[in-house]
């Protein structure tokens, strides 16, 4: 059968599943689907209920069913475990906190779906891999060993910090040694995708820290925790984002045993419960999940994953492309 004309690829920002929705016209033609599947939209004939069919399912279009519309009325909202998704205005303004390292955690925009294009990367200008993950559940490790294995092709960007350089520490290559105040008046800026204080002084890696290694032709590792996400993808950096998920606990102790870290019982718990919040809140953004059950097949995975941005185009927000 000829393939019916798509009229546009979106991806989803909330979960559905018909059998639970009252408001589906049929609930035999409704399509579950998840937050963060592709979904390609075939008629909006009627904007309450599209019809769809997921990525994937491409040689079966009799898979295609009816999903709500991008307009939804607000009685249906009621009816998605993914509702807050759609409460945009209703929201306290937060306190702006005083802080220059106040931490956003607010979830990105509120869409129900955003729409997606192919996105083929130009071998001189390679997507920055960003590996997100809880504070201690390993990805600094994967990073490191990308970075062991192929120097050439991987590379960090250089942060900026107001630390004073050591004696054989050169401005621009460990560190941009900055100012407190130039720092700061950066940060108000928006030119740190992530900031954090050690020690007293502040750290950071900014945008066009990020920008010079992709401008140098190779693939910039970041790891970064959710609060990052917004900025980044805001950047025109076209990151591609793998999120490193904990495995049991059981073996994220052995994991990260293998790294000589010796975390409490409580702790491991909390990487797995902040895990499990940032899938809740970002997983609609995240390119890829990669369970983090031993090193080895964590970074085989994340390596195939990174090689396959070359060869096979990847589905981007049509926004990144205008
Ligand atoms: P050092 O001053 O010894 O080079 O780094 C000390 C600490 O600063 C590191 O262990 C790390 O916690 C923090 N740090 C270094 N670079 C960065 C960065 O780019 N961003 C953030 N948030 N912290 C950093």
Not at 138 to 153: Q, S, T
Not at 180 to 190: V, Y
Not at 235 to 248: M, Q
């Amino acid at each position: 059968a000829p393939h019916r004309q798509t009229v546009m690829h979106v991806r989803a920002y909330f979960d559905y599943d018909p059998s639970d929705d009252p408001f589906v016209p049929c609930r035999e033609l409704g399509l579950a689907f998840q937050k963060g599947d592709i979904l390609h939209v075939i008629s909006q004939d009627d904007p309450n209920w599209w019809q769809a069919y997921r990525d994937g399912d491409e040689e079966n279009q009799l898979l295609a069913g009816l999903v709500p519309g991008r307009i939804l009325p607000s009685r249906v909202t009621a009816s998605f475990s993914g509702k807050r998704w759609y409460v945009k205005k209703n929201k306290k303004p937060k306190k702006k906190s005083t802080s220059p390292l106040s931490k956003n955690t607010e979830p990105d925009e509120v869409l129900t779906y955003e729409e997606m294009s192919l996105y083929h990367q130009p071998a001189n200008r390679k997507r920055p891999i960003a590996l997100i993950a809880p504070t201690n559940s390993g990805h600094d490790e994967l990073r490191r060993r990308l970075l062991a294995v192929e120097p050439d092709k991987f590379a960090v960007a250089v942060p900026h910090t107001t630390r004073s350089p050591r004696i054989h520490e050169r401005n621009g290559r460990e560190y941009h040694f900055v100012s407190r105040q130039g720092f700061e008046a950066d940060l108000s800026a928006g030119k740190f995708i992530e900031s954090g204080e050690y020690e007293k002084n502040l750290y950071g890696t900014s945008t066009d820290s990020v920008r010079h290694v992709v401008n140098s032709g190779r693939i910039c590792l970041l790891c970064l925790h959710t609060r990052s996400l917004r900025l980044l993808r805001s950047s025109n950096l076209k990151p591609f984002v793998i999120f490193i998920a904990p495995p049991s606990q059981e073996r994220l102790r052995t994991l990260l045993a293998s790294e000589r870290k010796t975390p409490k019982p409580e702790e491991l718990k909390e990487v797995i419960e902040k895990a499990r919040e940032m899938e809740q809140d970002f997983g609609h953004v995240f390119d890829a999940t990669v369970v983090n059950v031993a090193p080895n097949e964590a970074f085989f995975e994340v390596r195939k994953l990174i090689e396959k941005l070359d060869t096979e185009p990847q589905w981007v927000p049509t926004s990144w492309l205008c």
